[in-house]
C-alpha cells in the first residue's frame, strides 16, 4: 500500500507522512522522530538546532527575490496519539502505522493514523525540501510531547524565534481558519483502597463495553458520543443494585485528550444471581445501544466468563468508586454566548483504573475562560475529594485569544476566496493548540491556524482526506508567495 500512497499527489507531502508514519513517534518518546528530521535537515544542508526541551528549529534561507518579505515560522508538533482497538494486535513503540487507501481517504489498519499532526509536518518538511516554492525566510518549529500536555511549547523560551508571523499546520477542516482555542488542565486523582477475599460460591465475569466512536475530547466533546467510563460505570452501579455484584477491577479508557471508546471490569456475583444478572446485563446493554444509536453505532456490551479473582473491592470502596465516577463531570459545562456553536468549557472523563489495591482518574478540562475552566476543574476536584481522594492540578496551558483583524488572517481570508470561490469559516475551536502557549513568549508574532480534512482524531476510525490534502497544500502555496513585504 506505501508504494500506492507515495503516487499521490502532491508528491511531496506524501514522501515525509510516508517516512514519518515508519517511525514510532508517541508523546514523550520523540527519540527516533526527532533522530529522523535532524538528519533531512542535514542532507539538505539546512541550520537545525534543538532547544531545552527537545523542540527542533529548523532554518531555510528566503528564496530569490522574496528576502524582502516578513520572516515567518512554520509549525507543527512531531508527536502523535496512539490508539488501537482492542482486538488489533500491533505494538506502537516498534511498528511503523500501517496505512489503507480507501477512494478519497487514507486511513490506518485498526490505529490511528498520525494525520494529526503528520500532515502538517510532511509539509512543512516539503516546502524545506523544495527547491521551486518561493517563500520568504522560514523557521520549521516541529514541537514535542504536544499531545499529552504541550510540553514542547511550554518549555520554548522567548528570544529563539525570529518569524513575525506564525503558520500552524495543525487544523482538521480545510474550510475552516482557526483564530483562538480553549485552555487546558490535567486533573488527577490517585489513592489506596483495602481488599477482601470473595466468597467461594462467587462466580466470576468479564464485563466489556466497546466499539464506541470515540474521538478528540476537544473536538469532539460537544457530539453526544459516549464515554466508555459512564457506561462502564453505570452498568456496574445498577449491577450492583439490582444483582449485588461486586467489583474486583476497573481498566476504563486511556488517553487524557480522547474520549474512551473501550471499558473493562472484572466481577462477581452470588452462584445464585448468575442468571438474574446475564439477564439484567443484556436488558441494560439493549439499552445503551438504543440510546446511543445514532452517535456510536457500533457499541457493544459483553459479559464472558472469567477466572474468580484472588480479591475484590470491600463493599465500602465499591460504593464509593462508583458513586463518585456516575457524579464526576463529564461533557460539555458550557456553549460560547458569542460564538455559535462554540464549546466554552469542557471536561472529559479520560481514565479510570483500579486494581491491585490502587486507583487512578483521570481527566481533562479545557475552557476558553480561564475563571470558567478553573470553575469546573475545582467542581471536579470537589467530587474526587469527597472519595478521599488525593488530587493534584498540572499540565496548565492557556488559551489563544482570537485577534480576527489580524493582517495575516486578512490575507488568508483574501486568498482563499480567490482561489475556491467561497468565504472561509474564521473560527475559534475548543481543542488545545500551541498558538497560545507560543503567543506568552511571542506576543507580536501574527498567529493562524489551518489545515486539511482530518476526521476521527484520536482514535482507530482517524483517517485523512487526499483532495483535501491537495486543497490545503495549494492554499498554503499561495500563502507563502503573498507573505508581505517588511515595513
Known sequence: MTKEILELEPRPIWKHFVDLNAVPRPSKKEERVLALVKSFASDLGLLCSQDETGNLIIRKP????MENRVPIVMQGHLDMVHQKNAD??????????EMILEGDWIRANGTTLGADNGIGVASIMAVLASTDIPHPAIEALFTVDEETGMTGALGLKGGLLQGKILLNLDTEDDDEITIGC???LNVTASGTYTQEIPGRRDIAFRLAVTGLTGGHSGMDIHRGRGNANKLINRLLFLATHQCAIRINSIDAGG???????????????????????TNFIGEQAAILK???????????????PAE????????????????TVYACPNGVARMSPEIEGLVQTSNSLARVQVEDGEYKIITLVRGAVDSEKMDRAHAVRCCLEMMGAKVKFDGAYPGWAPKPGAPIVKLLSEIYRE???QEPKIL?????????????????????????????????????QISSVQKFWSLLLETLKRIPESS
Open 255 to 277: 488517553l487524557r485528550n480522547a474520549i474512551p471508546r473501550e471499558a473493562f471490569a472484572q466481577l462477581t456475583v452470588r452462584e445464585s444471581r448468575v442468571d438474574e444478572l
Open 182 to 184: 480553549a485552555g487546558g
Open 428 to 464: 475559534a475551536c475548543h481543542a488545545g493548540l500551541e498558538c497560545g502557549i507560543l503567543g506568552s513568549n511571542y506576543p507580536d508574532v501574527q498567529m493562524v491556524s489551518f489545515g486539511p480534512n482530518i476526521r476521527g482524531a484520536h482514535s482507530p476510525d482517524e483517517k485523512v
Open 62 to 65: 528566503a528564496t530569490t527575490g
Open 308 to 323: 474468580l479473582p484472588e480479591s475484590l473491592l470491600t463493599t465500602e470502596f465499591h460504593r464509593k468508586i462508583l458513586w
Open 419 to 421: 482561489m475556491f470561490g
Open 88 to 97: 488489533t494486535e500491533f505494538d506502537f513503540d516498534s511498528q511503523g502505522i
Open 290 to 304: 438504543s440510546e446511543y444509536s445514532a452517535t456510536d453505532p457500533g457499541l457493544e456490551v459483553a459479559l464472558e
